[in-house]
């Protein structure tokens, strides 16, 4: 039981957390985008697993800043099953990618998270984390 890196044998599990979260239909593209990041040298894919079935998983991102001393790092995807939510196993995740950050020279760990996921907010602000407003967006058709 516990935090390891992920492999694209998670991809099913990694893609049931995503709809959890309202991505549905990642089935299609996920397993291409795990071999990508998991060979990034600024990701970190990571699984929580218990009793041989991943439960959990986060998505980091670190980013190189040049106008300030420490980088930042990112929590791109964030999911705890949706079943054993409040068991402190999201906080056990959110600690070890925080060290991961300081290993990494970040003085700062930032995670966007839409509005509408209210317990979420909770969640990041109990973990110390602040709300940092504006965040601006622009789509780029393909």
Not at 10 to 27: C, F, G, P, V
Request: proline share 2%; glycine share 4%.
């Amino acid at each position: 039981m516990g935090i390891r890196r992920a492999v694209i044998e998670d991809w099913k599990a990694i893609a049931n957390l995503l709809s959890q979260l309202d991505y549905s239909d990642t089935e299609t593209f996920i397993r291409e985008k795990m071999e990508k990041i998991i060979i990034h040298p600024d990701e970190d894919l990571l699984v929580y697993e218990d009793n041989g079935e991943v439960i959990a998983f986060i998505s980091l991102h670190y980013i190189p800043q040049i106008a300030l001393k420490g980088d930042f790092a990112r929590i791109s995807y964030f999911a705890v099953d949706k079943t054993i939510r409040s068991k402190g196993i999201g906080r056990e995740i959110e600690a070890f990618c925080t060290e991961l950050a300081k290993n990494r020279n970040c003085d700062r760990l930032e995670v966007h998270c839409h509005s509408r996921r209210t317990d979420a907010h909770r969640f990041y602000a109990r973990q110390g984390f602040i709300e940092s407003p504006k965040y601006f967006m622009k789509m780029i058709k393909q």
